[in-house]
């Protein structure tokens, strides 16, 4: 691999060539899912009859926005979905999750996290380890959860199980993406199993998936499998790298009517929020969204082959199946993963001069670093990488908008733990 513009070590770029070779067969999965999905979002747009005067601007209440409608219905059409709500005002994953939860639950109800812990993030908003205003536990919300399985698999008796004991769960949430851990991030066939599990006690249950990181990876979402409700952020996979913020709601139009009052106002729901010309960029981000997710997913799966091919435990290994965009490596020092970061970042096409430093970042227990150099402020679906700094010290990688930078980064950040020999080659 020849790296004309970028001071790489020799024998890394060998290592590079390696990788490649090893990384063709997962390549050529990768490009025949972009393609379906490609297609299944260009026939939507055409089904949709998508024109220009659909991207104008609202100002003030927003009533009768025709793009936001048309884009709501749109994004239910890909997403397999009955109903959608997808706005600019949603400033987050967390968010679009937090209108959710809130929106379908009530007080007296209860919450069933079925796959572990949840993410950092949504610890306050449901009350647990730390007190925080607002959250679920204070409006009477109780909350349960069934741990994964020592292999990192959703424990399916142990749902039942919850299921069985507490006839007030009203919702069993599922995470797709890993988070912060090393556990397996679940396929849409894993979500099915579950939702089976759920429908062979409970049919008033709402099967909830915060569907981060996965979108487009397969060639079909969690609804498919039978999922209630699904939420994401727009500065991951279905924003497409043009999207500059929002997030999106999808699933039954019961629940999502629900969740509509929840993001505005009882009575006024989806009828108001003017888009104050974001409709562009949310068509068009959406619409290279699966190009892109390929892009991610073949820099992931770069990463995956040279970090193993130097030593490194890494999960996704290289050929496994991916369900999300995130890999990690597995560092073992802090130490190793501040350089990692830290050369990542040399290779954004943003604030590449500007050195990541680990921070007491809200919402999270340890500190954490994150190399972000990207065009939209913590767009995850641009390459970055972040991580606590906790054991086992690992680098959670994601993003890439275009592969050929993405494995400049890679390369990059190995790179720098070599110069500060903290690699062995």
């Known amino acids: 691999?020849?790296?004309?513009?970028?001071?790489?070590?020799?024998?890394?770029?060998?290592?590079?060539?390696?990788?490649?070779?090893?990384?063709?067969?997962?390549?050529?999965?990768?490009?025949?899912?972009?393609?379906?999905?490609?297609?299944?979002?260009?026939?939507?747009?055409?089904?949709?009859?998508?024109?220009?005067?659909?991207?104008?601007?609202?100002?003030?209440?927003g009533y009768g926005d025709r793009g936001r409608e048309t884009l709501d219905a749109l994004f239910a059409r890909i997403m397999g979905t009955e109903d959608a709500l997808v706005r600019h005002s949603i400033v987050s994953g967390t968010h679009a999750i937090t209108i959710a939860l809130f929106g379908v639950l009530r007080p007296g109800d209860t919450l069933l996290a079925a796959t572990g812990a949840p993410y950092d993030t949504l610890e306050q908003v449901i009350g647990v380890k730390r007190p925080s205003s607002g959250s679920l536990r204070e409006y009477g919300i109780a909350y349960r959860e069934v741990a994964l399985q020592e292999d990192g698999r959703p424990d399916l008796p142990a749902i039942v199980q919850a299921l069985e004991q507490d006839p007030d769960i009203r919702v069993v949430h599922i995470q797709r993406s890993r988070g912060y851990s090393l556990r397996p991030s679940l396929s849409v066939a894993d979500i099915g199993r579950i939702v089976e599990a759920v429908r062979s006690h409970s049919s008033k249950a709402v099967v909830f998936v915060d569907n981060c990181y996965g979108e487009f990876v397969e060639r079909e979402e969690p609804s498919a499998a039978g999922a209630d409700l699904m939420a994401g952020s727009l500065i991951k996979n279905p924003g497409g790298g043009v999207a500059e913020n929002g997030g999106y709601i999808c699933g039954r139009a019961d629940l999502v009517e629900q969740c509509s009052y929840r993001m505005t106002t009882p009575g006024l729901g989806r009828e108001v929020g003017a888009s104050l010309g974001h409709n562009r960029s949310l068509y068009m981000g959406l619409f290279h969204a699966?190009?892109?997710?390929?892009?991610?997913?073949?820099?992931?799966?770069?990463?995956?082959?040279?970090?193993?091919?130097?030593?490194?435990?890494?999960?996704?290994?290289?050929?496994?199946?991916?369900?999300?965009?995130?890999?990690?490596?597995?560092?073992?020092?802090?130490?190793?993963?501040?350089?990692?970061?830290?050369?990542?970042?040399?290779?954004?096409?943003?604030?590449s001069f500007v050195v990541p430093e680990p921070w007491d970042m809200p919402g999270y227990d340890n500190q954490v670093i994150m190399a972000d150099g990207a065009f939209i402020a913590g767009a995850s679906i641009e390459l970055s990488a972040d991580a606590p700094l906790r054991e086992p010290y690992a680098a959670y990688m994601q993003g890439g908008l275009n592969f050929s930078s993405g494995k400049i980064g890679v390369l990059l950040a190995a790179q720098s733990m070599l110069e500060k020999g903290l690699l062995n080659l």
């Open 1 to 61: 691999m020849k790296t004309p513009f970028f001071t790489i070590d020799p024998r890394l770029t060998t290592l590079a060539d390696r990788a490649l070779k090893r990384a063709e067969e997962a390549f050529q999965n990768i490009e025949e899912i972009t393609e379906y999905n490609q297609q299944k979002v260009l026939a939507a747009f055409i089904e949709e009859k998508v024109s220009e005067p659909l991207f104008y601007p609202t100002t003030g209440y």
């Open 290 to 351: 699966p190009h892109v997710v390929g892009e991610a997913l073949k820099t992931a799966v770069f990463a995956s082959a040279l970090f193993e091919l130097l030593g490194y435990e890494v999960t996704p290994r290289p050929l496994e199946s991916r369900t999300d965009i995130i890999q990690a490596v597995c560092l073992h020092t802090p130490e190793a993963l501040i350089a990692f970061c830290q050369g990542m970042q040399k290779g954004a096409p943003v604030d």
